[in-house]
């Protein structure tokens, strides 16, 4: 598609329950990333995939959350017996290379997810 | 531990001034530096960037300035226009460690531009 697709654009979930969140990239794409924004707080980095290489995790919080991807195209982020902390907009993003090595990495976002745990 | 720190959360600018946005950084190995504009329910958006072998660059009202010595940067923006209003961030990259491409952000700037 032209741009970074995010779904669902709201969610509403109670306390316990698990989700998914789901990003479409940019075709051609070969590194997607996760972010979120709390309310009032800058842009949080969850987790970074880059081709075929092993995921950089290093920004997960907890172990409740993981993310998967299929190849270079759609990702899942699942976020397992929910808390009110984890409200929160998700943000997915993707980049051609994923690298800075060639230039700068720019990363061209989605509208996010907004998340709201009760 | 910020390695990207944007200290002011807010600024109110008048149509036609300049805006000054500052950033300040930590890691002296980031290679570049990036600017993104956020609207409200949107995405944020790339803006410019700046490669840390440089001191300046300009995109025609937007030019970032590199101060490396102080691991400093800042957005200029002249003259501001009341459609500039938004959030923006400050990036950084480093082309080292594990994490290659993974953009660290600051938490953002509010802009206002009154008309």
């Known amino acids: 598609g032209a741009g970074v697709s995010q779904s669902p654009s709201n969610k509403v979930t109670e306390k316990g329950k698990d989700v998914e969140l789901r990003c479409d990239p940019i075709?051609?794409?070969?590194?997607l990333y996760w972010y979120r924004q709390r309310l009032g707080q800058g842009l949080e980095f969850l987790i970074y995939f880059q081709g075929n290489s092993a995921p950089d995790k290093s920004g997960l919080p907890s172990d409740r959350f993981s993310a998967e991807r299929t190849g270079e195209s759609v990702s899942t982020l699942t976020i397992q017996r929910t808390q009110q902390e984890d409200s929160a907009v998700y943000l997915c993003?993707?980049?051609?290379?994923?690298?800075?090595?060639?230039?700068?990495?720019?990363?061209?976002f989605g509208a996010g997810s907004r998340l709201t745990v009760l | 531990d910020q390695q990207v720190k944007q200290n002011s959360p807010s600024l109110s600018v008048q149509e036609g001034r300049i805006s000054i946005l500052n950033c300040d950084y930590t890691n002296s190995m980031f290679d570049y530096f990036l600017w993104y504009k956020k609207y409200p329910a949107e995405g944020p958006t790339f803006l410019i960037s700046?490669?840390?072998?440089?001191d300046k660059n300009e995109d025609g009202r937007f030019t970032v300035f590199l101060n490396k010595s102080a691991k400093h940067l800042s957005l200029h923006i002249v003259p501001s226009q009341p459609g500039d209003s938004a959030v923006y961030f400050c990036a950084a990259s480093s082309n080292y460690g594990g994490s290659q491409g993974n953009l660290i952000f600051g938490k953002g700037t509010k802009l206002s531009v009154k008309p």
């Open positions: 993003a993707s980049s051609p290379l994923g690298t800075a090595r060639y230039g700068a990495n720019v990363l061209t």
């Open positions: 700046i490669s840390s072998i440089k």
């Open positions: 075709s051609g794409h070969t590194a």
